[in-house]
């Protein structure tokens, strides 16, 4: 069977939509600690509107293509055009077909987290999102390298998230909003990285499924 399919993405993408309506409030006060307090619920809103696209798409190129869409004319802040652009590398590295291996679900994860530094210019260590996904992408590369299946790989990668997010509470942020407090944006978990640890989490849950 294929490593990776468009039901698959699918519940992927529900699940993640799952973890950030029910998390909404807390990725809201932890932007409320160090940025602007709308973390949460850019992201909520960015995911039910992706929610009804989920239906019915014809590749996998096509489904996570109109996820990033929505996500740049939906999600306002930093984080609408940052994992609006995610999605849509994503999507153009994914087959336009219903299957994918597992090397194209690496490469299109690594596309999309290249597409985050080339837009935002975040070294690692700035307390970003970045803190997140490129340790979990790391992990997944890893992974697989080792002989590893897509499923495992992806639980490496989860883990290697949540690990990489709960790294950024005592770093001075160097981009975006918490950047403007300096110093006294350590001490907080990054609202960006907690997000993308649950974006990890809801992949590996769905291939484990
Ligand atoms: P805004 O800061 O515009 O209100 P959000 O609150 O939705 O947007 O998202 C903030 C998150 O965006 C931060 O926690 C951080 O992870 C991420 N972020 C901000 N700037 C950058 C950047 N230049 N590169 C990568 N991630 C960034
Ligand atoms: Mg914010
Ligand atoms: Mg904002």
Same mark, same amino acid.
């Given at each position: 069977? $294929?490593?990776?399919?468009?039901?698959?993405?699918?519940?992927?993408?529900?699940?993640?939509?799952?973890?950030?309506?029910?998390?909404?409030?807390?990725l809201t006060?932890?932007?409320?600690?160090?940025?602007?307090?709308?973390?949460?619920?850019?992201?909520?809103?960015? =995911?039910?509107? /992706?929610? *009804?696209?989920? %239906?019915?798409? %014809?590749?996998?190129?096509?489904?996570l293509?109109?996820?990033? =869409?929505?996500?740049?004319?939906?999600?306002?802040?930093?984080?609408?055009?940052?994992?609006?652009?995610?999605?849509?590398?994503v999507?153009?590295? #994914? *087959?336009?077909?219903?299957? $994918?291996?597992?090397?194209?679900?690496?490469?299109?994860?690594?596309?999309? /987290? $290249?597409?985050? /530094?080339?837009?935002?210019?975040?070294? *690692?260590?700035?307390?970003? =999102?970045?803190?997140?996904?490129?340790?979990? #992408?790391?992990? #997944?590369?890893?992974?697989?390298?080792?002989?590893?299946?897509?499923?495992?790989?992806?639980?490496?990668?989860?883990?290697?998230?949540?690990?990489?997010?709960?790294?950024?509470? *005592?770093?001075?942020a160097?981009?975006?909003?918490?950047?403007?407090?300096?110093?006294?944006?350590?001490?907080?978990?990054?609202?960006?990285?907690?997000?993308?640890?649950? #974006?990890?989490?809801?992949?590996?849950? $769905?291939?484990?499924?």
């Amino acid at each position: 069977a $294929a490593a990776f399919t468009t039901e698959t993405a699918v519940a992927w993408l529900r699940g993640f939509d799952e973890k950030v309506a029910a998390q909404a409030e807390y990725l809201t006060q932890l932007d409320s600690a160090i940025g602007d307090a709308d973390h949460g619920t850019n992201l909520k809103r960015g =995911m039910a509107a /992706v929610a *009804p696209k989920l %239906e019915g798409a %014809e590749s996998l190129s096509a489904l996570l293509k109109a996820v990033g =869409m929505t996500f740049i004319s939906k999600v306002g802040g930093a984080s609408g055009s940052l994992y609006g652009s995610f999605f849509l590398e994503v999507s153009k590295a #994914l *087959p336009d077909a219903a299957e $994918a291996e597992a090397s194209d679900v690496e490469a299109a994860l690594r596309a999309g /987290v $290249a597409s985050i /530094v080339a837009r935002g210019k975040a070294e *690692p260590g700035d307390k970003t =999102m970045l803190d997140a996904l490129r340790p979990a #992408l790391d992990a #997944l590369g890893a992974s697989l390298a080792g002989g590893g299946s897509l499923v495992e790989a992806a639980g490496a990668a989860a883990k290697a998230a949540a690990e990489g997010r709960d790294a950024t509470e *005592p770093l001075v942020a160097r981009k975006g909003r918490a950047s403007y407090l300096g110093e006294r944006s350590a001490g907080h978990l990054d609202p960006g990285a907690a997000s993308s640890a649950l #974006l990890l989490e809801a992949l590996a849950e $769905a291939l484990a499924a």
